[in-house]
């Protein structure tokens, strides 16, 4: 394995903590860790599958897309990777708005104490 997989495969498990923290945000804080509901396993299951994919397929579709130009493979996962973590804030969003949840807790409710509204 060469220091740029080593890399790609930091940046992925930084990924996979990203997403975590981003969707345990829309949880009450100080409540306990709510085991994850079954299309939370499905959404970070589908996460690691997608991420598994971009392991395999971003270096082949970074040179597709970049033609005659030089593309490491290291930077064509970054970016399929930081692309995921992008398209993953609306699937949760998908999620919420149908009343799923990722943990088995009630969400919280961002928007209580909203002057604004």
Do not use: C
């Not at 495969?9 to 709510?34: D, E, K, N, Q």
């Not at 299951?45 to 005659?68: E, K, N, Q, T």
């Amino acid at each position: 394995m060469t220091p740029l997989d080593v890399l790609s495969a930091a940046t992925a498990l930084f990924i996979v903590g990203m997403v975590w923290l981003r969707t345990r945000m829309h949880y009450p804080r100080g409540s306990a860790r709510g085991p994850l509901t079954r299309a939370g396993r499905i959404y970070f299951s589908a996460l690691a599958a997608v991420l598994v994919l971009g392991w395999l397929a971003a270096p082949a579709a970074g040179r597709a897309i970049a033609g005659a130009a030089a593309v490491s493979p290291a930077l064509a996962r970054v970016v399929w990777f930081l692309a995921t973590y992008y398209a993953f804030i609306p699937v949760h969003r998908v999620m919420q708005a149908q009343g799923g949840r990722v943990f088995r807790q009630e969400p919280a409710d961002l928007y209580a104490n909203d002057k604004r509204a």
